[in-house]
């Protein structure tokens, strides 16, 4: 079984965000968190962004782009809704949380649905592809990405717990470092934000997540 990723923001911060807020300000910190299955909409909802972008001088479609961040909060709500529909017993429950949390400390992972104009052009797989994907600090430091992964034909865990697969969108699992060659966090723990950026001949989309000052 894929160890698939998933942990409450504080869901009273959530709120005070603003559920209606297309970017609501979450917390990066990692820590125990205690959910129950019903959150796991909620926290999905945190972590994911989308966004369009649109060639304004004929007013087509140029990339349409959902992305989750499989971040440790993520990765705990997921791992708590999926054993609870699956009825895994406490001790399995446990190993698949440990397991993901613990390659949350080495990797940063996206779940990726996105449409272009041209569908073989937007496989992010393909040699000739239209678009390179990055991870972008505050700084403007960049990470490219050490795995694509193109889902051919999602399962019926994901097609639940990813909501924005459709058969008019190509799914993905990208995968960047938690740190640089040089040792250094591609995500610090205290980044203002950081951004999934989707660049090409045809223009520049960027995903971003903000996060909560939590050093006062």
């Known amino acids: 079984m894929r160890t698939m990723l998933a942990a409450p923001l504080c869901l009273i911060a959530l ?9 609501p300000v979450i917390a990066l910190r990692a820590g125990p ?13 945190a972590w994911t962004r989308d966004a369009d972008s649109f060639e304004f ?39 698949m949380l ?10 940063h992972r996206f779940f990726v649905t996105l449409a272009g ?27 490219p990405p050490l795995e694509i992964e193109k ?13 924005s697969i459709s058969p008019y969108r190509q799914a993905f699992r990208v995968v960047f470092p938690a740190r640089h060659a040089d040792g ?3 995500i610090p723990e205290d980044a203002k934000y950081f951004l999934l950026r989707f660049t090409g001949a045809l223009g520049t989309v960027d995903l971003k997540w903000e996060f909560e000052n939590e050093r006062g």
């Not at 968190?33 to 999905?44: G, H, I, L, M």
């Not at 971040?71 to 699956?86: G, K, P, T």
């Not at 569908?119 to 991870?135: C, G, I, Y």
Request: proline letters at 4%; a negative charge; aromatic letters at 12%.
């Open 57 to 95: 001088g004929n007013m087509q479609d140029i990339l349409n782009v959902t992305a989750t961040f499989e971040s440790w909060e993520f990765r705990w709500a997921y791992v708590v809704r999926y054993a609870h529909d699956y009825n895994l017993t406490t001790e399995a429950r446990t190993q």
């Open 33 to 45: 968190r205690s959910f129950t299955a019903k959150d796991y909409e909620v926290v999905y909802e």
């Open 15 to 23: 709120a005070a965000a603003g559920c209606g807020s297309s970017n």
């Open 184 to 186: 250094t966090p591609t």
């Open 117 to 143: 104009q041209k569908f073989r052009e937007s496989d992010l797989t393909a040699e000739r592809a239209a678009w390179r994907v990055l991870l972008v600090d505050e700084h403007g430091r960049q990470s």
């Open 151 to 163: 889902i051919q034909r999602p399962a019926s865990p994901e097609r639940v717990y990813f909501p």
């Open 98 to 107: 440990r397991a993901s949390l613990g390659d949350a400390e080495a990797h």
